[in-house]
């Protein structure tokens, strides 16, 4: 069994920054991919970024168009921590961000992820 718990959601205004964090425990993760995903009042949850790694070091990561650029996925391996560090927000970045995990290689199928945390609400003003 896994564990997520994210945190460092809150309100900012439209150019701010927030840094999500995700807390995992119980499994191992050398060989495991972290995505965040996040869901809008009324819409399908969205992929976010996905940080993939092998042989315990950060291999690549991947980003939804539409945080390309503002967002970025980093992990601490000792903490057992993913980032997502987010500038540049803008109002339609307003959703609950959810981290989650799986073996293998990152995707942006939300249901090829094993393991999801409880979500973080990020609300951003204009």
């Known amino acids: 069994q896994v564990q997520l718990v994210e945190s460092g959601g809150g309100l900012v205004q439209a150019g701010g920054s927030l840094r999500l964090s995700c807390a995992a425990s119980?499994?191992?993760?050398?060989?495991?991919?972290m995505g965040w995903f996040r869901q809008a009042p009324g819409k399908e949850r969205e992929f976010v970024a996905a940080?993939?790694?092998?042989?315990?070091?950060?291999?690549?990561?991947s980003y939804a168009d539409s945080v390309r650029g503002r967002f970025t996925i980093s992990r601490d391996n000792a903490k057992n921590t993913v980032y997502l560090q987010m500038n540049s927000l803008k109002p339609e970045d307003t959703a609950v961000y959810y981290c989650a995990v799986r073996p293998g290689y990152g995707t942006m199928v939300a249901t090829a992820y094993d393991y999801w945390g409880q979500g973080t609400q990020v609300t951003v003003s204009s």
């Open positions: 119980g499994r191992t993760f050398s060989s495991y991919a």
């Open positions: 940080i993939t790694w092998s042989g315990g070091m950060p291999t690549y990561a």
